[in-house]
């Protein structure tokens, strides 16, 4: 009887730890969706809410941004996406940092140039602050 209650009890401790995990996921990716609609939306506020201010954000041709720079490039349309989508991504946690991986297939149309398709492969970066999940570091690179 003792055998069996100490069972179920770690079965129920490993459930709640899985769960916890699974609720983390689904925020992260909730963070990612809300990140993926700011971009193409510039919506100021929302992208200063979704990134650190400690952010490094790596484009595929080697242009490195900071926060600021990240967001006054989408503002003034100087980075403008039209259509942004996301597939294969996939979403490791650690403690108050996660790693989300996916490929992107998306449609630009920045200041002064055509408009043009993009196939990237990014790694993002995010840390947990105050409960929510926000973006520290980012990095492209160009699929063949």
Known sequence: MKKT?????FLLI????????SADEKAL?????????AI?????AELKKLTSTSLSYGHSNGLMEDQKEFIRALVSQESKFTKIELTDQTIAISGDVALVRHKLFGDTHN???????????????FQKVKGNWVLLGRQAFKLV
């Open 40 to 44: 193409i939306d510039a919506n100021e």
């Open 14 to 21: 490993g459930n709640l730890v899985a769960s916890a995990q």
């Open 29 to 37: 990716a909730a963070t990612v969706e809300k990140l993926r609609v």
């Open 111 to 125: 200041k002064g140039k055509d408009p043009a398709q993009v196939k990237l492969g990014v790694l993002m970066v």
């Open 5 to 9: 209650l100490l069972l179920f009890a």
